[in-house]
């Protein structure tokens, strides 16, 4: 059982898994790379550009007005009230433009003249630009595909202290091909984007002070450092955190937490989790027995692929009916199997509408 994943992931724009495997095969943590323009809450766009101005001041109490109709998802406003900016070299106003031309938010969809913008942008000085372009260049995105190019950029970013730039660029020392082989550098970045509160990055240096690569071995903070990704919510780190309790290592040890955060990444679907919860269940460790529920996490488990004979064995006395009862439960899982009350309200109800169509309708019916 491996506790600390040394594997490492790229960041990726749309569809994160670019890895950039240190010495580990097995899963790596998955970000969603939306830092900065894109925390938005968005709304339909529901007005056009003319008398934005007008519009925003009315609506938007911000000095930013662009950047406020933005979080708002008035994105033609926003495009209007940030063209006459962008076209004065302002570099967050340029920014803006590039997002919503590479997200077709309230315009067609169009990458290229996004990585233009993002181009201008990155020139000005905008960090977040210089990452979003970097980003282009490593999947090649309205751009000619370039690694070299995108951890040049990645490089511009995380001079200015950007995190996800420091994540990446990173990762791109230690996979040693775009960037210098360096796990020395790469622990210096990745302790910097730890510490501006990344998750991924907070998982990732965890890893790195528990093996001791690039950095000397510190068990404790490389355990408090996954603590922090998992209060988070990264998945990977919720599990590994568990384990960790479980076992007394580099933490004390205590089963009922690690319990509770097994059925946190449990609830969010990972499978480890899943089949770890339901041993735990199967044998009342922690948690009281519950023969029925382990039944479950393991049919759940095992629909994405992991089998375990170990529990198998714990779960091999369940009654067929508790068995059946628990196939069900993972059928319908995260939600409840409908009730017999359920099933007859849904019969009445087909009934009350088969009534209320006019005879003349139904099939069969003679005219």
């Known amino acids: 059982m491996r506790l600390v994943p040394a594997a490492f992931l790229l960041l990726a724009a749309t569809s994160p898994g670019l890895a950039a495997n240190a010495s580990s095969s097995m899963e790596t943590p998955h970000i969603d790379n939306t830092m900065g323009l894109e925390n938005m809450l968005p709304t339909p766009e529901s007005t056009g550009p003319n008398d934005a101005a007008a519009i925003s001041n009315d609506i938007f109490s911000k000095r930013d007005d662009a950047y406020g109709a933005f979080q708002r998802g008035y994105y033609l406003t926003a495009l209007a009230l940030a063209l006459p900016r962008a076209e004065g070299a302002d570099p967050a106003a340029q920014t803006l433009i590039a997002e919503i031309y590479a997200k077709g938010l309230g315009v067609a969809e169009n990458v290229a003249r996004a990585s233009s913008w993002y181009a201008l942008a990155a020139k000005n000085g905008d960090r977040m630009a210089s990452f979003e372009l970097g980003l282009l260049y490593l999947n090649g995105d309205g751009v000619p595909k370039n690694r070299q190019k995108a951890a040049e950029l990645f490089k511009q970013s995380s001079d200015k202290g950007y995190a996800p730039a420091q994540y990446n660029l990173a990762l791109l020392h230690v996979e040693g091909t775009d960037a210098s082989p360096s796990l020395t550098e790469a622990a210096k970045l990745m302790k910097s984007a730890a510490d501006a509160g990344l998750a991924e990055a907070q998982y990732d240096y965890g890893s790195m002070l528990l093996e001791g690569a690039g950095v000397a071995p510190d068990p404790a903070e490389g355990v408090k450092q996954i603590a922090l990704a998992a209060q988070q919510g990264l998945i990977e780190a919720e599990v590994d955190y568990a384990t960790m309790l479980y076992l007394g290592k580099g933490v004390d040890k205590n ?66 009916t508790d068995l059946n009862s628990a196939e069900e439960m993972a059928r319908f899982w995260p939600s409840k199997p409908p009730t017999a009350e359920d099933v007859a309200a849904e019969e009445a109800k087909m009934r009350e509408t088969a009534k209320s169509v006019p005879s003349e309708k139904l099939a069969g019916s003679s005219g």
């Open 255 to 320: 089963i009922h937490d690690a319990v509770g955060w097994y059925e946190r990444a449990a609830n969010a679907g990972n499978p480890v989790a899943q089949n770890r919860f339901a041993k735990l269940l199967a044998v009342g460790e922690g948690v009281d027995q519950d023969i029925k529920q382990a039944a479950m996490w393991r049919a759940l488990a095992r629909r994405q692929g992991l089998n375990d004979p170990q529990l198998d064995k714990l779960l091999s006395t369940i009654s067929q």
